[in-house]
């Protein structure tokens, strides 16, 4: 069963940055919280993922509260093409546990 | 990132005809691939795990005999669902680890596969 709660939905003005929460109460101190995203009819993919710092990649950054019970992903500078359901999904780093997949946030980007 | 490809990425069968979707990572070998399936404004759900060389393990609900999975190389597995009916229909998609490298334990997924039983 998915540990996160994320909005179903959410709208963004093209340019602007795009805020995603995500709550995660139960995360265990080995798990990480993990962001992809599927564009229609794609398979997912890889946006970042993080631990207890704040992380930033050429995609977007992750910020991790301080009691790792919530995290918010940001796109800096939503486009168009960044519509899409976003999954923020918490696993163990090591081992071969799987992805397992919440219902996530469609983001829609507006022009 | 680490790229996985599938083929077919869409085909279309006959009720009670069985069909083969092949996972590819190109360019990284995986001793774990993952097969999902998705229904239409769902989200993923997890069938089955496949490790190179041994018996895939199902997730509770799926059936090993209907949807075989093969994983004979570290490049490649396969699904086959066999005697295909029209709730079969669904976008199939698989996903593979690279091992680990201490760096990262990122998934990387196929583009999908669409099946359609008619």
């Known amino acids: 069963d998915a540990k996160t709660t994320q909005p179903p939905s959410m709208d963004c003005a093209e340019g602007r940055a795009a805020n995603l929460p995500c709550n995660h109460s139960t995360i265990s101190g080995n798990e990480y919280v993990y962001w992809y995203r599927q564009i229609h009819s794609q398979g997912p993919q890889y946006i970042i993922h993080?631990?207890?710092n704040n992380e930033t990649n050429e995609m977007a950054s992750l910020i991790i509260t301080e009691d790792r019970k919530s995290s918010t992903l940001i796109l800096p500078h939503a486009t168009l093409r960044d519509t899409a359901v976003y999954y923020c999904i918490v696993r163990p780093r090591s081992g071969n546990t799987p992805l397992v997949f919440g219902k996530g946030t469609r983001l829609s980007v507006i022009a | 990132g680490a790229v996985v490809s599938q083929h077919p990425s869409r085909v279309i069968c006959k009720s009670g005809t069985s069909v083969k979707i092949e996972c590819r990572s190109l360019d990284f070998q995986a001793t774990t691939m993952f097969w999902y399936r998705q229904f239409p404004k769902k989200s993923l759900m997890l069938m089955a795990t496949?490790?190179?060389?041994?018996?895939?393990?199902?997730e509770q609900g799926v059936e090993k005999d209907k949807f075989l999975i093969n994983h004979a190389s570290l490049t490649l597995s396969t699904l086959t669902v066999t005697s295909a009916h029209p709730e079969d229909s669904s976008f199939y998609i698989c996903?593979?680890?690279?091992?680990?490298?201490?760096?990262?334990?990122?998934?990387?997924f196929g583009p999908g596969t669409r099946l359609t039983v008619t």
């Open positions: 996903s593979a680890r690279p091992p680990a490298s201490g760096t990262t334990y990122e998934q990387y």
């Open positions: 993080g631990l207890k």
């Open positions: 496949s490790n190179e060389g041994s018996k895939a393990t199902y």
